[in-house]
């Protein structure tokens, strides 16, 4: 099994500020890794995928990268409508969530 | 436009089993691989279970192995999760999401609203 650690689980930030999630993989994954978002009682919504492309709708002020086991996401300027809880994922073998990083 | 409905879920006692559903709309079920996952109250996402797109294989995170089912009806665009054997560590609110590929790589681009089910005597 592919295990996803995440951190921080928590962050306080303000709005426009930059944040940056890490995530990594307990093996390579090469750019199987996907960001979500997930607002409370809604379901997740992609943010990106592929490691680094950006879902199409979704703001340019997020962004990701990486490859192998080391992933990051990053929002460029925190607005009032991120403040959420982020999940990566991987996908290069069945799938696995990390545990989530609530920004707040 | 894609939309995913689940049903199925409820109260229910330990030991009970139980069968969601998950009716899609806007695409169909069969040229796309199908997962569930779950999320306990106030906890992370946990990935439960995929079915192929075309129906014939079917994986299960090693946690689930054994109590947790998932199949198709292809004939009403619908997917299923059956859980036997139900603990209270089961209470979670149920997604099913579609996967969709790009390059070689998955990601999920459509998820239902969820189903609740509670375990408790």
């Known amino acids: 099994d592919i295990y996803m650690t995440q951190f921080p689980s928590s962050l306080s930030a303000s709005v426009g500020d930059r944040v940056t999630i890490t995530c990594r993989a307990s093996?390579?994954?090469?750019?199987?890794l996907n960001w979500y978002q997930q607002k409370p009682g809604k379901a997740p919504k992609v943010l990106i995928y592929?490691?680094?492309t950006l879902k199409s709708g979704v703001p340019s002020r997020f962004s990701g990268s990486g490859s192998g086991t080391d992933f990051t996401l990053t929002i460029s300027s925190l607005q009032v409508e991120d403040f959420a809880t982020y999940y990566c994922?991987?996908?290069?073998?069945?799938?696995?969530f990390g545990q989530g990083t609530r920004l707040e | 436009q894609v939309h995913l409905v689940e049903s199925g879920g409820g109260v229910v006692q330990p030991g009970r089993s139980l069968r969601l559903s998950c009716t899609a709309s806007?695409?169909?079920?069969?040229?796309?691989?199908m997962h569930w996952v779950r999320q306990a109250p106030g906890k992370g996402l946990e990935w439960v279970a995929v079915?192929?797109?075309?129906?014939?294989?079917?994986y299960y995170a090693e946690s689930m192995k054994g109590r947790f089912t998932i199949s198709r009806d292809t004939s009403k665009n619908t997917i299923f999760l059956q859980v036997n054997s139900l603990r209270v560590d089961d209470t979670a609110v149920f997604y099913c999401?579609?996967?969709?590929?790009?390059?070689?790589?998955?990601?999920?681009?459509?998820w239902g609203q969820g189903t609740l089910v509670t375990v408790s005597s």
């Open positions: 999401a579609k996967q969709t590929v790009v390059r070689g790589l998955a990601y999920f681009d459509s």
């Open positions: 093996q390579s994954i090469n750019k199987f």
């Open positions: 079915i192929s797109y075309d129906g014939s294989q079917d």
């Open positions: 994922q991987q996908s290069s073998n069945l799938i696995t």
């Open positions: 806007g695409f169909t079920v069969s040229n796309d691989a």
């Open positions: 592929a490691a680094s």
